[in-house]
């Protein structure tokens, strides 16, 4: 038996990083009932909402919640929990060490940096376009680069700069929409949009999301899953919204 | 069939195979996995390609079964690899699935009903619902068949 109230703060946190960072709610939950069972409580009652989390330990009549504001898609830091619940439960390390290492794996900076993600956003982009519809004319792989580059530069921006839920899918989307609006233009309708735009739109789509959404309500998280669901919609409303503020006017 | 694969079959691997790794680079999975879960997404898709190619049915049952045997193709391949670097299966099959996932189609639905084509914004979130739907089962049948695998083993 170890110190309950260490021990529930530290499988909270570790809830809270799966969950911010794009885990399903399955995993989370089977991680944080392996972390108290491992500590001396297998008894312990784990709860997990895609919107806060709870852990109550039975025998020392004591519980705790956690509310999770934002999620996102850090699957580094998944990865480094993952590791840590396996030496913690390999008693390479203990739980002091644990809950230390947990936090400085929450406030850790990304690993590549903004220069990989835009070359990354190009690249899904244009194979995808390609991959797709087949278009491939040196016009339609340019404008569907720079499109790209420029919604997923707007998205990631606006993204740091203020938590706006769903104003950054929308300007993304947008811009996408008015470069290759400037495109066609500029060649005289000599390119494909409709090819255009669904490549330069698959790193902001939540296609991840709404296969999630799925996965969880098909475990029986019949809460949590259409949750996901409502939270995907939104993004691909706004993300459809900005497309066609500026497909009007092709 | 044979000339399929040598031509457009090993382009849409090439493809896919920079697609997941470009969207494992925006995921920020680590670094060793990036190779790696560009292999399985480019196994994945090119499942679902050859069985669009060779499958004589309508659109939408020809995305179902692709993305079915895709999915699971995807789902068991992530779980070897998962095995065999030590990291969660969610590092591999996330990444993969993006050329599969209805994340164009679900931005189709919302476009077409905002422009005025009801008709086509349905055909397009009956896709999204078929795909998902599909993908999670396939994830499922895959899990199955990983532990069938690892209970081989042992």
């Not at chain 1, 699957?75 to 739980?95: C, F, P």
């Not at chain 2, 190619?53 to 895709?70: D, H, M, S, Y």
Request: charged share 10%; aromatic share 8%.
């Amino acid at each position: 038996m170890t110190d309950a109230n260490l021990l529930m703060n530290t499988t909270l946190l570790a809830g809270a990083i799966l969950l911010e960072n794009g885990a399903e709610i399955a995993r989370v939950e089977d991680t944080m009932q392996r972390i108290a069972t491992n500590a001396g409580y297998p008894d312990a009652q784990v709860f997990v909402l895609l919107t806060g989390i709870t852990v109550s330990l039975p025998t020392v009549a004591a519980s705790q919640v956690r509310a999770i504001h934002q999620r996102g898609m850090d699957l580094e830091k998944v990865d480094q929990v993952n590791t840590l619940s396996r030496r913690y439960a390999d008693h390479e390390i203990d739980l002091p060490a644990f809950a230390t290492a947990l936090a400085h794996v929450n406030q850790a900076v990304p690993t590549f940096p903004l220069s990989w993600l835009l070359v990354a956003a190009l690249i899904v982009s244009v194979t995808l376009m390609v991959a797709f519809t087949g278009h491939a004319t040196l016009i339609d792989l340019t404008t569907c680069a720079v499109a790209g580059v420029v919604g997923f530069a707007a998205f990631f921006a606006i993204n740091r700069i203020g938590r706006i839920r769903f104003l950054s899918e929308f300007v993304g989307a947008f811009l996408i929409g008015l470069v290759t609006l400037i495109s066609f233009w500029i060649s005289h309708g000599h390119l494909h949009p409709d090819a255009i735009i669904i490549g330069a739109v698959m790193p902001l789509v939540p296609g991840v999301a709404i296969t999630n959404a799925v996965r969880d309500t098909m475990t029986g998280n019949l809460l949590s899953g259409p949750a996901r669901a409502i939270e995907a919609l939104l993004s691909a409303c706004a993300i459809g919204l900005g497309i066609a503020l500026t497909s009007i006017f092709y | 069939m044979l000339h399929w694969i040598f031509t457009t079959g090993l382009l849409q691997t090439i493809l896919a195979y920079l697609a997941t790794a470009a969207f494992g680079v925006l995921l920020n999975i680590p670094r060793r996995a990036l190779n790696l879960s560009g292999w399985v997404g480019a196994a994945g898709w090119l499942t679902y390609e050859a069985l669009y190619q060779v499958l004589p049915t309508t659109i939408n049952i020809k995305l179902a079964i692709g993305n079915l045997v895709a999915a699971v193709v995807i789902g068991v391949f992530s779980g070897l690899a998962a095995h065999y670097k030590r990291m969660p299966m969610i590092i591999f099959n996330i990444p993969s699935l993006v050329p599969l996932v209805p994340g164009g189609q679900s931005y189709r639905v919302v476009r077409n009903l905002v422009t005025g084509h009801p008709a086509i914004a349905n055909q397009y979130l009956a896709q999204v619902v078929i795909i998902a739907g599909v993908i999670a089962i396939g994830f499922l049948l895959a899990e199955f068949i990983n532990r069938l695998l690892w209970q081989l083993r042992h």
